[in-house]
């Protein structure tokens, strides 16, 4: 489907210590809603999983929430550079 072609986005972002996908599905198992449900029962829905190292016993790395947020936020505005769209 072409970008002009949806309606909406979604963009997820797993919990801390969790997995961009792992964190949407149950263990062992492939069913994953954001995938399986939610962009079948919405339609013209775009769906987004971001994904970030969360492990809070990662001791190499001094990065926190805030880090995160900042980073996601440059991301989500260089993605958007050039669409016509509203704000964030």
Known sequence: M????YCNSCI?????GSHAF???KAHNDTYMWLRDSLAVD???LRV??????S??????????VDDYADT???LLRSMRKGCQVGPL
């Open 2 to 5: 072409q970008a002009s072609a």
């Open 42 to 44: 919405v339609p013209r």
């Open 48 to 53: 987004f999983i971001y994904g970030y190292a």
């Open 72 to 74: 996601f936020r440059r």
């Open 22 to 24: 792992g964190g949407f």
């Open 12 to 16: 997820a972002i797993h919990g801390w």
């Open 55 to 64: 492990s809070p016993a990662a001791d190499d790395s001094i990065a926190g």
